[in-house]
């Protein structure tokens, strides 16, 4: 068996549960999302690309990731120190409820709130006092993951499809991707938010990064015009 390496993109997949509550709180199965409460309708259930040795998995993953082969599974409990990391009390502080106030916030607990250093979750509210948490929720807790090397993709192209199919999650077929030489060209439909800029930036950046053949990126954005309903069919 040929082992992987930092810099291998492979197809990922795996589900993930806290083995304190047996509860899962990650998979790439749809079937598993649906029996977990973590279905949603636009979200992607499938293999998903990973660049090895990238930081896209806690670090736990990465380092098991590079012992494996294409196609091989396998079940890992994973520390915290190499999970979600230790609970640290230095995350976890009070603030006045006058704070949130300013803002027009109504603090309750469970309430996910931004932060000037990241994002906090309410604890409770008593006295005037807010206490919140910026811990992750599985921060100190041993996870288990049950993950698969579903495959290992070879040539510029069909890594660049993958990696446009993980940044841009649009309906199935609205996301092509054309390499000519250098040059990656990516379809994408148009009218998309301005937000999607952003995306676009980070794609190229990673792509180029990535996938060392690539050179250039260039974003295309196509417009359809709707097909007109002739009088048959109104009828």
Known sequence: MICLKKGDIVLVEFTGTDTSTNKVFDTTDEKTAKENGLYRENGVFKPIPIVIGSGELIRGLEEELEKMGEGEEKKLAIAPEKAFGVRRKELVFVVSIQEFKKRNINPFPGLVVQLDN???KVQ???GGRVRID??????????????KIAGVLKNPLEK?????????????????????????EVSLPAGLPKE?????????????QHVPEIKKVRFVEEFEAKKETSKEEKK
Request: overall charge negative.
């Open 134 to 147: 910026m811990n992750s929720d599985l921060a100190g807790r041993t996870v288990e993951y049950q993950i």
């Open 160 to 184: 660049a499809e993958a990696l446009a199919k993980k940044f841009f999650p649009l309906k199935e077929g609205t996301v092509k991707t054309k390499l000519s030489g250098e040059e990656l």
């Open 124 to 126: 409770s509210v008593s």
């Open 196 to 208: 999607f800029q952003i995306i676009k930036d980070a794609f190229a950046e990673f792509v180029t």
């Open 118 to 120: 990241g994002y906090g």
